[in-house]
């Protein structure tokens, strides 16, 4: 089965992009911590006396928690649209999506903690 999507343009898309993260950022408090610790944390990177490399790596590290934020975020507006009732597969999902985030934070930490240890030689 084909379905006729309508073909948009890399600015279009590009467009549509910016409205969901306008749309994130108005709507989500979690997303606005998110983007908080973000700013925050590439400040701390990029004034660490360290190598560039390493700063790039934690500033590059930054992005995980984000990305799982937004993703976080689009399976609760899925699991919104198809039902407002309590369904433990609605509950699942959302666990799911604050699993992910839950993740994408200790992944990050694990990264600087071990950056650190290198790039300060204390392992």
């Known amino acids: 089965m084909k379905l ?9 898309n ?10 994130i950022v108005k709507n989500e408090t979690s997303f606005k911590w998110q983007l908080l610790m973000f700013v925050v944390m590439s400040v701390v990177a990029w004034n660490l006396p360290i190598d560039f490399s390493y700063a790039s790596i934690l ?12 993703a976080n975020s689009a399976i ?10 309590y369904h433990v597969l609605a509950k699942q999902a959302k666990d799911a999506g604050a699993t992910l985030v839950l993740l994408s934070l ?12 290198v790039a300060f030689k204390i392992f």
Do not use: C, M, Q
């Open 59 to 70: 500033f590059l590290s930054l992005f995980i928690p984000v990305l799982a934020e937004v």
């Open 4 to 12: 006729n999507k309508p073909k948009h343009s890399l600015y279009r």
């Open 106 to 117: 200790i992944l990050t930490v694990g990264i600087w903690i071990a950056v650190l240890l």
């Open 14 to 23: 590009g467009i549509y992009a910016l409205e969901g993260f306008i749309e």
């Open 76 to 85: 609760e507006r899925v699991v919104d649209l198809v039902t407002k009732e």
